[in-house]
């Protein structure tokens, strides 16, 4: 089998399709005010959605080019890597980066191993993330599989839709083939996933929104290990738990 083809099966069913997954997971998650789980899932939806990218781009998920140190969930090293992409520029604004960076240093905080903290924007900068580098989450070719001759202008049709003016004012009626989330808002409204994803959603749903309004929330959280207890061996208490 063709190289890219083996990769842009792995891309969209296991990077891409869990991606939408923990993206769901997260919004249902901050919806029942719970922190860590939602920080978790998001940072999760954010590592998937990057490694899918490299992956459609015939570029390695795992390590980043010449090195042989793992991106693990390093943030900042899988954007990085993704803009050595030449064919298309991600048009992150200086939120969504900001974003990225908290999420590098909140999401993998599980075990509180430091002060835990979100503020009530968190899910509106989730849903705007995931929606600017979704669109980049999918196969651009410039010919067919299994053929040697380019098709003129096919790769920059594909990059062109991604960045239309269009889709960013009416952000619903962007999709990719094959996508989860896509077929998830198709189901019936009961359908509690689908209930979850386009709940306060200005981003994906059957309609165009242009307000929404919900509960929202901030909390923060100090361990054990950064709270002023004086006279505690540390060192002594890593035997019983990594801090």
Not at 117 to 129: A, F, I, K
Request: glycine share 6%; charged share 25%.
């Amino acid at each position: 089998m063709e190289l890219q083809l083996i990769l842009n099966t792995f891309a969209s069913d296991v990077f891409r399709k869990q991606a939408d997954c923990d993206y769901i997971a997260a919004r249902a998650n901050f919806r029942m005010h719970l922190r860590q789980q939602f920080l978790w899932s998001a940072q999760q939806a954010i590592e998937k959605y990057l490694k899918a990218i490299l992956l459609f781009n015939g570029k390695s998920a795992r390590y980043p080019v010449g090195k042989r140190k793992e991106f693990g969930h390093d943030l900042d090293m899988l954007l990085a890597e993704v803009r050595t992409i030449s064919i298309f520029t991600l048009d992150l604004e200086p939120s969504h980066e900001k974003f990225l960076k908290y999420l590098s240093q909140q999401g993998p905080n599980r075990y509180l191993g430091t002060t835990a903290y979100n503020t009530g924007e968190v899910l509106r900068q989730l849903d705007s993330t995931v929606w600017q580098l979704r669109r980049f989450c999918q196969y651009m070719p410039d010919r067919g599989l299994g053929s040697s001759a380019r098709v003129p202008g096919l790769l920059e049709a594909h990059v062109k839709a991604a960045l239309s003016p269009h889709h960013k004012e009416q952000p619903q009626s962007f999709s990719v083939f094959g996508g989860e989330l896509e077929s998830i808002v198709k189901r019936p409204s009961s359908n509690p996933a689908r209930r979850a994803l386009v709940w306060a959603n200005l981003y994906y749903g059957s309609r165009r929104r242009v307000r929404v309004t919900y509960r929202t929330f901030s909390s923060s959280e100090v361990p054990p290990n950064e709270r002023n207890w004086h006279g505690v061996d540390w060192k002594f208490i890593e035997q019983y738990v990594k801090l």
